[in-house]
DNA sequence: ATAAACTTTCAATATTATTTGAAAGTTTAA
DNA sequence: TTAAACTTTCAAATAATATTGAAAGTTTAT
Protein backbone atom coordinates (compact mmCIF):
# COMPACT_ATOMS: atom_id res chain seq x y z
CA UNK A 1 0.00 0.00 0.00
CA UNK A 2 1.20 3.65 -0.76
CA UNK A 3 1.50 6.32 2.12
CA UNK A 4 -1.41 8.12 0.12
CA UNK A 5 -3.33 5.40 0.08
CA UNK A 6 -2.55 4.94 3.63
CA UNK A 7 -3.67 8.51 5.11
CA UNK A 8 -7.23 7.84 3.45
CA UNK A 9 -7.50 4.54 4.94
CA UNK A 10 -6.54 5.63 8.66
CA UNK A 11 -8.91 8.54 8.12
CA UNK A 12 -11.61 6.31 6.71
CA UNK A 13 -10.99 3.78 9.33
CA UNK A 14 -10.94 6.48 12.74
CA UNK A 15 -14.07 7.77 11.49
CA UNK A 16 -16.08 4.81 11.35
CA UNK A 17 -14.75 3.76 14.57
CA UNK A 18 -15.84 7.24 16.17
CA UNK A 19 -19.37 7.02 14.81
CA UNK A 20 -19.47 3.46 16.11
CA UNK A 21 -18.79 4.76 19.67
CA UNK A 22 -21.00 8.09 19.70
CA UNK A 23 -18.07 10.05 18.02
CA UNK A 24 -19.53 12.13 15.08
CA UNK A 25 -17.51 10.70 12.36
CA UNK A 26 -16.22 14.31 10.96
CA UNK A 27 -15.06 14.58 14.14
CA UNK A 28 -12.53 11.69 14.19
CA UNK A 29 -11.63 11.95 11.08
CA UNK A 30 -10.31 15.66 11.42
CA UNK A 31 -8.44 14.06 14.19
CA UNK A 32 -7.45 11.88 12.24
CA UNK A 33 -6.10 14.18 10.12
CA UNK A 34 -4.41 15.79 12.13
CA UNK A 35 -3.10 13.09 14.04
CA UNK A 36 -1.34 11.95 11.04
CA UNK A 37 -0.32 15.59 10.08
CA UNK A 38 3.75 16.28 10.42
CA UNK A 39 2.22 20.23 10.78
CA UNK A 40 -0.47 22.47 12.46
CA UNK A 41 -3.43 22.89 9.74
CA UNK A 42 -5.84 25.64 8.83
CA UNK A 43 -9.56 25.47 8.52
CA UNK A 44 -9.09 25.73 4.93
CA UNK A 45 -6.36 22.81 4.57
CA UNK A 46 -9.32 20.65 6.66
CA UNK A 47 -11.55 21.87 4.67
CA UNK A 48 -10.07 21.06 1.30
CA UNK A 49 -8.73 17.53 2.11
CA UNK A 50 -11.80 15.99 3.74
CA UNK A 51 -14.05 17.91 1.58
CA UNK A 52 -16.36 19.85 4.28
CA UNK A 53 -18.22 22.65 4.41
CA UNK A 54 -16.60 25.81 6.60
CA UNK A 55 -18.98 25.66 9.12
CA UNK A 56 -18.95 22.02 9.48
CA UNK A 57 -15.39 22.66 10.12
CA UNK A 58 -14.80 25.41 12.44
CA UNK A 59 -17.65 23.44 14.57
CA UNK A 60 -16.14 20.03 14.12
CA UNK A 61 -13.19 21.95 15.44
CA UNK A 62 -14.29 23.50 18.76
CA UNK A 63 -15.70 20.54 19.51
CA UNK A 64 -12.41 18.48 19.33
CA UNK A 65 -11.08 21.61 21.38
CA UNK A 66 -13.77 21.01 23.95
CA UNK A 67 -12.52 17.71 24.17
CA UNK A 68 -8.71 18.55 24.75
CA UNK A 69 -7.55 16.37 21.80
CA UNK A 70 -6.43 19.36 19.57
CA UNK A 71 -5.19 22.89 20.08
CA UNK A 72 -5.20 26.41 18.31
CA UNK A 73 -1.76 27.40 17.14
CA UNK A 74 -0.89 31.53 15.80
CA UNK A 75 1.58 32.09 13.97
CA UNK A 76 3.81 35.47 14.24
CA UNK A 77 2.21 37.83 11.87
CA UNK A 78 -0.79 35.42 10.43
CA UNK A 79 -4.22 35.90 10.61
CA UNK A 80 -5.06 32.68 10.05
CA UNK A 81 -5.50 29.68 13.40
CA UNK A 82 -3.28 26.68 12.82
CA UNK A 83 -4.80 23.67 14.97
CA UNK A 84 -2.54 20.74 15.74
CA UNK A 85 -3.45 17.25 17.90
CA UNK A 86 -1.96 15.96 20.77
CA UNK A 87 -0.05 13.25 19.18
CA UNK A 88 0.81 10.79 22.64
CA UNK A 89 -1.90 8.31 22.72
CA UNK A 90 -2.12 7.35 26.27
CA UNK A 91 -2.99 11.36 26.58
CA UNK A 92 -5.75 10.60 23.94
CA UNK A 93 -7.26 7.99 25.13
CA UNK A 94 -6.99 9.28 28.95
CA UNK A 95 -8.98 12.65 27.63
CA UNK A 96 -11.95 10.82 25.69
CA UNK A 97 -11.92 8.46 28.70
CA UNK A 98 -12.52 11.30 31.02
CA UNK A 99 -15.12 13.20 28.46
CA UNK A 100 -17.37 10.20 28.06
CA UNK A 101 -17.66 9.73 32.12
CA UNK A 102 -18.53 13.27 32.28
CA UNK A 103 -21.01 13.38 30.00
CA UNK A 104 -22.75 9.56 30.33
CA UNK A 105 -21.17 7.62 33.15
CA UNK A 106 -21.74 9.84 35.83
CA UNK A 107 -25.52 11.35 35.57
CA UNK A 108 -26.11 7.45 35.27
CA UNK A 109 -24.59 6.68 38.29
CA UNK A 110 -26.74 9.71 39.79
CA UNK A 111 -30.08 7.85 38.47
CA UNK A 112 -28.96 4.54 40.00
CA UNK A 113 -28.64 6.10 43.29
CA UNK A 114 -31.94 7.57 43.26
CA UNK A 115 -33.58 4.31 41.68
CA UNK A 116 -31.63 2.40 44.77
CA UNK A 117 -33.45 4.02 46.78
CA UNK A 118 -37.04 3.62 46.04
CA UNK A 119 -38.80 1.45 48.81
CA UNK A 120 -41.36 -0.99 48.21
CA UNK A 121 -42.82 -4.79 49.09
CA UNK A 122 -40.43 -7.33 49.32
CA UNK A 123 -42.61 -10.01 48.39
CA UNK A 124 -43.37 -8.63 45.15
CA UNK A 125 -41.84 -10.33 42.46
CA UNK A 126 -41.75 -6.67 40.38
CA UNK A 127 -39.94 -4.73 43.19
CA UNK A 128 -37.76 -7.38 43.80
CA UNK A 129 -36.18 -8.03 40.50
CA UNK A 130 -36.25 -3.94 39.75
CA UNK A 131 -34.57 -4.16 42.86
CA UNK A 132 -31.63 -6.18 41.94
CA UNK A 133 -31.24 -5.43 38.80
CA UNK A 134 -30.71 -2.00 39.35
CA UNK A 135 -28.07 -2.91 42.25
CA UNK A 136 -26.58 -5.32 40.22
CA UNK A 137 -26.47 -2.20 37.56
CA UNK A 138 -25.19 0.12 40.09
CA UNK A 139 -22.27 -2.10 41.16
CA UNK A 140 -21.30 -2.36 38.09
CA UNK A 141 -20.96 1.15 37.22
CA UNK A 142 -19.31 2.22 40.57
CA UNK A 143 -16.59 -0.08 39.54
CA UNK A 144 -16.38 1.21 35.92
CA UNK A 145 -16.28 4.64 37.46
CA UNK A 146 -13.14 3.79 39.99
CA UNK A 147 -11.25 1.93 37.51
CA UNK A 148 -11.68 5.39 35.44
CA UNK A 149 -10.85 8.00 38.08
CA UNK A 150 -7.70 5.52 38.50
CA UNK A 151 -7.10 5.41 35.37
CA UNK A 152 -7.36 9.11 34.66
CA UNK A 153 -4.32 9.57 37.60
CA UNK A 154 -2.46 7.10 36.39
CA UNK A 155 0.94 7.38 34.29
CA UNK A 156 0.81 5.47 30.80
CA UNK A 157 4.04 3.15 32.16
CA UNK A 158 2.44 2.83 35.77
CA UNK A 159 -1.50 1.68 34.26
CA UNK A 160 0.08 -0.83 31.44
CA UNK A 161 2.49 -2.42 33.38
CA UNK A 162 0.01 -3.10 36.10
CA UNK A 163 -2.42 -4.78 33.94
CA UNK A 164 -0.19 -6.35 32.28
CA UNK A 165 0.77 -7.55 35.90
CA UNK A 166 -2.25 -9.67 36.58
CA UNK A 167 -3.09 -10.29 32.59
CA UNK A 168 0.41 -12.04 32.50
CA UNK B 1 -40.30 8.03 43.62
CA UNK B 2 -42.70 5.15 43.09
CA UNK B 3 -41.49 1.56 41.33
CA UNK B 4 -43.81 2.65 38.20
CA UNK B 5 -41.84 6.12 37.79
CA UNK B 6 -38.62 4.09 38.62
CA UNK B 7 -39.30 1.70 35.93
CA UNK B 8 -39.76 3.93 33.21
CA UNK B 9 -37.11 6.17 34.14
CA UNK B 10 -34.42 3.20 34.25
CA UNK B 11 -35.69 2.10 30.55
CA UNK B 12 -35.35 5.60 29.73
CA UNK B 13 -31.93 5.85 31.09
CA UNK B 14 -30.79 2.63 29.51
CA UNK B 15 -31.68 3.53 25.89
CA UNK B 16 -30.01 6.84 26.31
CA UNK B 17 -26.97 4.87 27.59
CA UNK B 18 -26.94 2.64 24.66
CA UNK B 19 -27.49 5.51 22.17
CA UNK B 20 -24.57 7.47 23.60
CA UNK B 21 -22.62 4.07 22.82
CA UNK B 22 -23.88 3.34 19.31
CA UNK B 23 -26.40 0.65 20.58
CA UNK B 24 -29.94 1.20 19.18
CA UNK B 25 -32.11 3.22 21.40
CA UNK B 26 -34.97 0.69 21.04
CA UNK B 27 -32.83 -2.22 21.69
CA UNK B 28 -31.70 -0.93 24.70
CA UNK B 29 -35.32 -0.41 25.67
CA UNK B 30 -35.83 -3.74 25.28
CA UNK B 31 -33.65 -5.14 27.06
CA UNK B 32 -33.60 -2.73 30.20
CA UNK B 33 -37.40 -4.16 30.34
CA UNK B 34 -36.24 -7.62 30.15
CA UNK B 35 -34.14 -7.19 32.57
CA UNK B 36 -36.53 -5.76 35.09
CA UNK B 37 -39.11 -8.04 34.42
CA UNK B 38 -39.60 -11.32 36.79
CA UNK B 39 -41.05 -13.25 34.21
CA UNK B 40 -40.97 -14.04 30.45
CA UNK B 41 -42.45 -11.48 28.48
CA UNK B 42 -43.96 -12.00 24.70
CA UNK B 43 -43.66 -10.23 21.52
CA UNK B 44 -47.15 -8.43 22.17
CA UNK B 45 -45.90 -7.38 26.31
CA UNK B 46 -42.65 -5.88 24.84
CA UNK B 47 -45.22 -3.87 22.11
CA UNK B 48 -47.46 -2.43 24.21
CA UNK B 49 -45.39 -1.72 27.14
CA UNK B 50 -42.60 0.45 24.99
CA UNK B 51 -45.65 1.55 21.81
CA UNK B 52 -43.69 -0.30 19.31
CA UNK B 53 -44.37 -2.03 16.30
CA UNK B 54 -44.45 -5.45 15.56
CA UNK B 55 -41.81 -5.01 12.97
CA UNK B 56 -39.79 -3.53 15.43
CA UNK B 57 -40.42 -5.29 18.33
CA UNK B 58 -39.62 -8.61 16.29
CA UNK B 59 -36.26 -7.35 14.49
CA UNK B 60 -34.85 -5.62 18.21
CA UNK B 61 -35.53 -8.92 19.71
CA UNK B 62 -33.78 -11.08 17.02
CA UNK B 63 -30.86 -8.49 17.14
CA UNK B 64 -30.74 -9.01 20.99
CA UNK B 65 -30.87 -12.58 20.46
CA UNK B 66 -27.84 -12.02 18.62
CA UNK B 67 -25.78 -10.05 20.67
CA UNK B 68 -26.16 -12.37 23.57
CA UNK B 69 -28.15 -10.38 25.78
CA UNK B 70 -31.61 -12.40 25.91
CA UNK B 71 -33.18 -16.27 24.85
CA UNK B 72 -36.35 -17.59 23.88
CA UNK B 73 -38.60 -19.72 26.35
CA UNK B 74 -41.02 -22.30 24.73
CA UNK B 75 -43.50 -23.36 27.06
CA UNK B 76 -45.73 -26.72 26.56
CA UNK B 77 -49.52 -26.01 24.80
CA UNK B 78 -47.87 -22.35 24.19
CA UNK B 79 -47.84 -21.14 20.25
CA UNK B 80 -46.49 -17.87 21.81
CA UNK B 81 -42.45 -17.19 22.24
CA UNK B 82 -41.41 -15.78 25.17
CA UNK B 83 -38.46 -13.45 25.97
CA UNK B 84 -35.88 -13.22 29.32
CA UNK B 85 -32.79 -11.44 29.58
CA UNK B 86 -29.49 -12.81 31.11
CA UNK B 87 -29.60 -11.18 34.53
CA UNK B 88 -26.15 -11.25 35.41
CA UNK B 89 -24.23 -7.77 35.11
CA UNK B 90 -20.85 -9.44 34.58
CA UNK B 91 -22.16 -11.60 31.78
CA UNK B 92 -23.89 -8.91 30.20
CA UNK B 93 -20.88 -7.01 29.90
CA UNK B 94 -19.06 -9.33 28.72
CA UNK B 95 -21.25 -9.99 26.17
CA UNK B 96 -21.39 -6.62 24.74
CA UNK B 97 -17.43 -6.49 24.89
CA UNK B 98 -17.28 -9.49 23.49
CA UNK B 99 -19.42 -8.71 20.70
CA UNK B 100 -18.27 -5.20 20.16
CA UNK B 101 -14.68 -6.80 19.79
CA UNK B 102 -15.84 -9.03 16.71
CA UNK B 103 -17.46 -6.08 15.06
CA UNK B 104 -15.31 -3.14 15.56
CA UNK B 105 -11.91 -3.76 17.32
CA UNK B 106 -10.73 -6.69 15.50
CA UNK B 107 -11.27 -5.29 11.78
CA UNK B 108 -9.64 -1.93 13.11
CA UNK B 109 -6.68 -3.77 14.31
CA UNK B 110 -6.09 -5.44 10.86
CA UNK B 111 -6.33 -2.39 9.02
CA UNK B 112 -3.46 -1.36 11.17
CA UNK B 113 -1.37 -3.96 10.77
CA UNK B 114 -1.76 -3.40 7.11
CA UNK B 115 -0.79 0.28 7.46
CA UNK B 116 2.11 -0.33 9.89
CA UNK B 117 3.89 -2.11 6.92
CA UNK B 118 3.61 0.65 4.48
CA UNK B 119 7.11 1.65 3.50
CA UNK B 120 9.12 5.22 2.63
CA UNK B 121 11.49 7.25 3.39
CA UNK B 122 12.27 8.00 6.35
CA UNK B 123 13.41 11.35 6.01
CA UNK B 124 9.96 12.46 4.81
CA UNK B 125 7.98 14.01 7.88
CA UNK B 126 4.25 12.77 6.02
CA UNK B 127 5.82 9.78 6.18
CA UNK B 128 7.60 9.30 9.65
CA UNK B 129 3.81 11.32 11.29
CA UNK B 130 2.13 9.01 9.92
CA UNK B 131 4.22 5.79 10.90
CA UNK B 132 4.76 7.28 14.49
CA UNK B 133 0.25 7.54 14.67
CA UNK B 134 0.23 4.29 13.12
CA UNK B 135 2.58 2.31 15.41
CA UNK B 136 1.11 4.17 18.77
CA UNK B 137 -2.54 3.57 17.85
CA UNK B 138 -1.38 0.13 16.99
CA UNK B 139 -0.04 -0.58 20.35
CA UNK B 140 -3.02 1.02 22.52
CA UNK B 141 -5.16 -1.18 20.12
CA UNK B 142 -3.16 -4.48 20.84
CA UNK B 143 -3.03 -3.61 24.79
CA UNK B 144 -6.66 -3.23 24.94
CA UNK B 145 -7.53 -6.27 22.69
CA UNK B 146 -5.31 -8.08 24.77
CA UNK B 147 -7.25 -6.45 28.21
CA UNK B 148 -10.19 -7.50 27.04
CA UNK B 149 -9.56 -11.04 25.91
CA UNK B 150 -8.47 -12.25 29.18
CA UNK B 151 -11.53 -10.14 30.61
CA UNK B 152 -13.61 -12.39 28.41
CA UNK B 153 -12.00 -15.36 29.92
CA UNK B 154 -12.46 -14.40 33.60
CA UNK B 155 -14.44 -14.96 36.72
CA UNK B 156 -16.26 -12.21 37.91
CA UNK B 157 -14.87 -12.08 41.43
CA UNK B 158 -11.39 -12.64 39.86
CA UNK B 159 -11.36 -9.94 37.58
CA UNK B 160 -12.62 -7.14 39.60
CA UNK B 161 -10.66 -8.83 42.69
CA UNK B 162 -7.32 -8.07 40.68
CA UNK B 163 -8.93 -4.88 39.36
CA UNK B 164 -8.95 -3.91 43.08
CA UNK B 165 -6.08 -4.66 43.92
CA UNK B 166 -4.24 -2.51 41.63
CA UNK B 167 -6.42 0.27 41.97
CA UNK B 168 -6.77 0.32 45.96
C1' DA C 1 -55.37 -30.34 3.79
C1' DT C 2 -56.85 -26.38 6.21
C1' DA C 3 -57.08 -22.63 9.07
C1' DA C 4 -55.82 -20.35 13.13
C1' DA C 5 -51.93 -18.64 15.64
C1' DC C 6 -48.07 -16.85 15.41
C1' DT C 7 -43.44 -14.81 13.23
C1' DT C 8 -40.83 -12.50 9.70
C1' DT C 9 -39.98 -9.35 5.97
C1' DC C 10 -39.39 -5.05 3.68
C1' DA C 11 -40.94 -0.90 1.04
C1' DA C 12 -42.72 3.26 2.59
C1' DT C 13 -42.49 6.65 6.14
C1' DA C 14 -40.93 9.14 10.06
C1' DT C 15 -37.37 10.60 13.00
C1' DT C 16 -32.92 12.10 14.20
C1' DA C 17 -28.29 13.63 13.18
C1' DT C 18 -25.28 15.99 10.30
C1' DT C 19 -23.92 19.34 6.95
C1' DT C 20 -24.22 23.36 4.27
C1' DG C 21 -23.52 28.13 3.08
C1' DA C 22 -24.56 32.66 3.35
C1' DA C 23 -24.90 36.29 6.62
C1' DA C 24 -23.35 38.22 10.82
C1' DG C 25 -19.64 38.89 13.85
C1' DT C 26 -14.82 39.81 15.17
C1' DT C 27 -10.08 41.19 14.89
C1' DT C 28 -6.19 43.51 13.08
C1' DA C 29 -3.34 46.63 10.37
C1' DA C 30 -2.88 50.80 8.30
C1' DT D 1 -12.33 54.36 11.05
C1' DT D 2 -12.28 51.40 7.58
C1' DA D 3 -11.93 47.40 5.13
C1' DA D 4 -9.81 43.15 4.48
C1' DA D 5 -9.08 38.77 6.61
C1' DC D 6 -10.68 35.76 9.13
C1' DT D 7 -14.22 33.14 12.44
C1' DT D 8 -18.75 31.99 14.08
C1' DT D 9 -23.64 31.16 13.83
C1' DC D 10 -27.83 28.91 12.65
C1' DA D 11 -31.97 28.02 9.71
C1' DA D 12 -32.64 25.20 5.98
C1' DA D 13 -31.30 21.18 3.29
C1' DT D 14 -29.54 16.71 3.17
C1' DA D 15 -28.26 12.34 4.64
C1' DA D 16 -28.41 8.55 7.78
C1' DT D 17 -31.00 5.73 10.76
C1' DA D 18 -34.99 3.74 12.84
C1' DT D 19 -39.90 2.49 12.64
C1' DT D 20 -44.21 1.13 10.87
C1' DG D 21 -47.68 -2.00 9.30
C1' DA D 22 -49.61 -4.81 6.09
C1' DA D 23 -48.57 -8.78 3.47
C1' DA D 24 -46.13 -13.00 3.12
C1' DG D 25 -44.32 -16.82 5.47
C1' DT D 26 -44.31 -20.55 8.90
C1' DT D 27 -45.88 -23.84 12.25
C1' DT D 28 -49.13 -26.63 14.63
C1' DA D 29 -53.46 -28.85 15.83
C1' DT D 30 -57.23 -30.99 14.08
Redesign the interface.
Known amino acids: ???AE??L??IE?WGK?G????INRTMAQVHALL?????ALTTEDIMETLSISRGNANMTLRDLIGWGLIEKQHRAGERKEYFFAE????TI?RQVAQERKK??LDP?IK?LN??A??K?DEKD??????K???N??N??AK?VN??LE?MLKAEENWF?G??F???K
Chains 1, 2 share one sequence.
Not at 19 to 22: F, I, K, N
Open positions: MELGKKFALSEWGLISPDKDTWAREVLELEIGPEYKTFTSVDIKLNKTTWSIKIF
